[in-house]
């Protein structure tokens, strides 16, 4: 198989033998998935939030353990929520009917579940200490100074772009390469140049956009769930692609039965919503969904809202009832979700890669 001169210089720097890399995901990408991706020749990733430097430490610790190949870390850099205690009463009021379907009382108050990487200066200085090889960000990036830290210490330093905006200005602060995540892209869409109208753009077109535009690799997100879809985003110039529905549904995932029984329903709707976080994000339209989606503008800032909407998963969680799980649970998902396979990590992409060799040749 014969890759450009960009996806081949990806493939040293990052010390991989395909040029493709299974997503960080909160709750779901787990240290035995990252090492089983790797062990193929791909990327692994884990999800580590808002950050600290246990999580730091202990991802590694996991990691290194099963693997002896570079993992990717992944934080958010969401802005600071702005609290309202009127707008949380009111949308905690919203969401009581669904509490009392489960048997359960909502939540009295709600606050930000988790920060962002700038609140915990310990998070980079983990990084630092610990030579980390590669890291990315996802809703923007952290301060310009830390970016630079992390360059200067020999870090590969990645971000999602939903626009060529945001793309740019990724570039201008000094990333190595661009993740272009596409509309159909499951999870928490990236877009942080919020005082723009969202073009939501299709994978395929901002990769091709960001390839014409922009000298560093594009690694193309959203709705890749093959070898074929991903020969598609790789001839169009993306350096290489980042999978992860795809991989939602491999045992090594940190999943639900009921979570993994529901991508497996092909009648099953993916649509964007905001309403369990208070923030844009692709998943399985369910009970929660259809309820709350008519009042979204009412939700509070991300991550508030999700405080709410993860009180509700885990009072659905306590029933142990997979419609519950699949009704009251945030179910992301990306468009391609049809396309999933429940293999193990290394025998899907084994069959990525040989469908992807297959879609060249
Ligand atoms: C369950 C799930 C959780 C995700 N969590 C994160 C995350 O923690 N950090 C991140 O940068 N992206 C996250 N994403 C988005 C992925 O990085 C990537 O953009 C997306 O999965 C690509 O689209 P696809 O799901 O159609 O493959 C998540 C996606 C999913 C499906």
Known sequence: MTYTNKTQQLLDKLQLDHPLIQAPMVGVSSPPLAAAAASRGALGSLGLS????????????????????????????HARPTGNDTKQTQWLQYLKPLFAELGANAPKKIAAPYGTFDDEPETLAALLDCNAAIVSFHFGLPAQASVQALRDNGTFVLASATSITEAKWLVAVGVDAVIAQGWEAGGHRGRFATDQQDEQLSTLLLVQQLTQDLDVPI??????????????ALTLGAAAVQMGTAFVSCPESMASKAYRAALAQPHRQSIMTTVFSGRESRGLKNRVTEVLDPFAALAPDYPIAYDAGKALAAAAAVTQSEQHIQNYSPLWAGEGFRHNRSLPAAELVTQIVEELANAES
């Open 50 to 77: 808002g950050g600290s430097a246990a999580a730091v430490e202990n991802a590694y610790a996991a990691v290194s353990k099963l693997s002896q190949q570079p993992v990717n870390l992944n934080f958010f850099c």
């Open 219 to 232: 690694i193309a997100a959203g709705g890749i769930n093959d070898g074929t879809s991903a020969a598609a």
